[in-house]
C-alpha cells in the first residue's frame, strides 16, 4: 500500500517562500499522477497542484504563478516549491495520486502571517 510522508512546512512571512517535499515508501509513484492538496480551517481539502509521470503540470488558479510542482521519479519524492506567500495560503497541505491510491498521510502545517 505504501505511506507517503509530507515535509518542508513552517511559519514564513507574507512574501515569504517554503519548499515543501513529499517523499513516498514502500511503492513507488510510477506513473500516478500526484498531487499537492491543502486543506484550511473550515474548509474542505482542495488540490492545489499536480504533476503527471511525465511532468506535466497543472494549477489551481489562485497559485498560478506562485507556486511550482515537481518531481523526482528516481527519489521517489514531488516537491512544491511556494513562493510570494499569502495569508491565505495558510493550510495543512498532503499530497497523494489524484486518483487516490495512498492513505492520506498527517500533512505538514504552513502558516503565513501578515
Known amino acids: 500500500q505504501g505511506q507517503l510522508v509530507e515535509s518542508g512546512g513552517g511559519l514564513v512571512q507574507a512574501g515569504g517562500s517554503l519548499r515543501l517535499s513529499c517523499a513516498a515508501s514502500g511503492r513507488t509513484f510510477g506513473t500516478n499522477t500526484i498531487g499537492w492538496y491543502r486543506q484550511a480551517p473550515g474548509k474542505q481539502r482542495g488540490l492545489v497542484a499536480h504533476t503527471s509521470s511525465v511532468g506535466s503540470t497543472v494549477y489551481a488558479d489562485s497559485v498560478k504563478g506562485r507556486f511550482t510542482i515537481s518531481r523526482d521519479n528516481a527519489k521517489n519524492t514531488v516537491y512544491l516549491q511556494m513562493n510570494s506567500l499569502k495569508p491565505e495560503d495558510t493550510a495543512v497541505y498532503y499530497c497523494?495520486?489524484?486518483?487516490?491510491?495512498?492513505?492520506w498521510g498527517l500533512g505538514t502545517q504552513v502558516t503565513v502571517s501578515s
Open positions: 497523494n495520486g489524484v486518483m487516490g491510491g495512498w492513505p
